[in-house]
């Protein structure tokens, strides 16, 4: 009986912290999660940023994530054209749970304003997010506007892809800026 009891409570525990067994859905936006964001995108793009909600779907495990999405185990997540698919905030950590939200809604959001090629997309959204500054033995992919991204095959690949891709934008962001007051 001791034993049924102590089951039913770790049970009940889980359940109230927010463990879950099954996919979670909520609705948010990169305004509702990130609005300083929202100012440094329109500074980009030179465009006046609409509010954009989107369902976030997290799975309750990687099996299930590469199960239902068919994503690969090493994607933490991804942004489709009718939500946002992330792994889980308790396996992820809450920060790095945050930062990919982060990432994937400035995604929602860039494509949710004008059809951008996606190696601009990546580019933009690694610029603002400043989650590349920290790798330095990755050697830069080049020609990054002919890549498909979802042929990538591992994360080194998907480093090297965004590392071009950021490299593209913020020359075309100098260009841009060269000779302005």
């Known amino acids: 009986m001791k034993r049924r009891r102590i089951g039913i409570v770790i ?3 889980l359940v109230l912290s ?3 067994l099954m996919a979670a859905e909520y609705r948010t936006s990169l305004q509702a ?3 300083n964001r929202v100012k440094e995108l329109e500074a980009i793009l030179g465009m006046t940023i609409e509010e954009s909600v989107v369902v976030v779907k997290e799975f309750s495990s990687v099996e299930a994530f590469t199960r239902e999405t068919g994503a690969p185990y ?8 009718y939500r946002i698919c992330l792994q889980s905030r308790h396996l992820l950590g809450e920060s790095v749970y945050r930062s990919l939200l982060e990432h994937e809604l400035l995604h929602w959001t860039i494509r949710r304003q004008a059809a951008f ?3 601009f997309e990546e580019g933009v959204v690694c610029l ?3 989650e590349l500054s920290g790798y330095r033995d990755i050697p830069v992919m080049k020609n990054v506007e002919s890549v498909d991204p979802i042929t ?3 994360p080194w690949e998907m480093v090297s892809y965004s590392l071009g891709c950021l490299e593209k934008v913020k020359e075309i962001v100098q260009k841009q800026t060269e000779g302005r007051p």
């Open 33 to 35: 999660e990130f609005p």
């Open 128 to 130: 603002i997010t400043g």
């Open 11 to 13: 049970f009940w525990m």
């Open 152 to 154: 990538l095959k591992n």
């Open 117 to 119: 090629p996606l190696w």
């Open 18 to 20: 927010g463990v879950c």
């Open 74 to 81: 090493w994607i933490r997540g991804f942004t489709n054209a």
